[in-house]
């Protein structure tokens, strides 16, 4: 009898530290590819330029949580700023371009994660960005644009949006005059869903034997 109220006690504290391990986590419903390292597209307010690619969200999930582009500071300025200003925005497909009239914006959820890579485009350091936004949900098989655009004071060096090796479809710019002009790149970014904790396998072990152990207990270590 008192080895089976051990064996509870050593159940008991398995099922505990089990429970410790599952978290939630991001997965990617759409992946338009990362850097090319070869050009970048400008999307920065201070030059009065937009950039922006199309997607369409499938199978994997069509609930948007996180964000995730790449880019480079060039031209314009003297250095990288010091943080950032984002502006992400959903528009809805008009004839193969953003609908400007019809559009969904992503609130950004605090500040913008920028992290330095290592990499380069034509000697311009190569930054990995990365945002929560305001869980949006996009019904599957529609095209919709991702716009992403920075606004960096004049003093500093704008942004532009690395381009990626991704085949499918054609991003554009908005310039000046608000027209659409089609470029014939993509550019790097992917997005994702943060998925409920999911029980590994271990933890369900652990939860059946603990269950087990418990059931021992009270049959025989009463």
């Known amino acids: 009898m008192t080895s089976g109220k051990k064996i509870v006690t050593v159940a008991v504290g398995l099922l505990l530290t089990g429970a410790t391990i599952s978290q939630s986590h991001a997965i990617t419903i759409f992946d338009n590819g990362s850097p090319d390292l070869i050009n970048a597209v400008g999307s920065d307010f201070n030059r009065t330029r937009e950039a922006a690619d199309d997607f369409s969200l499938g199978a994997l ?40 009239v019809s559009f969904r914006t992503a609130s950004l959820i605090g ?33 919709f644009w991702l716009s992403i655009v920075n606004d960096t004071p004049t003093t500093v060096s704008d942004f532009a949006w690395a381009t990626s090796a991704a085949g499918g479809g054609n991003s554009v710019q908005k ?10 790149v993509e550019l790097a970014f992917n997005l994702t869903a943060t998925t409920a904790p999911v029980p590994e396998p271990t933890s369900l072990f652990l939860f059946v034997l603990g269950l087990a152990g418990l059931a021992a207990y009270r049959r025989f270590g009463a």
């Open 61 to 100: 999930g069509t609930t948007i949580t996180d964000v995730h582009w790449w880019g480079v500071y060039d031209f314009g300025g003297s250095d990288v700023p010091a943080s950032d200003d984002f502006t992400i925005t959903i528009y809805d497909d008009a004839l193969g371009a953003p609908d400007s």
């Open 175 to 184: 310039r000046e005059a608000g027209v659409w002009v089609p470029i014939d």
């Open 111 to 143: 500040s913008v994660d920028r992290l330095l890579t290592g990499d380069s485009i034509v000697g311009f350091d190569v930054y990995e960005f990365q945002a929560d936004i305001v869980p949006i949900t996009l019904p599957a098989g529609v095209t």
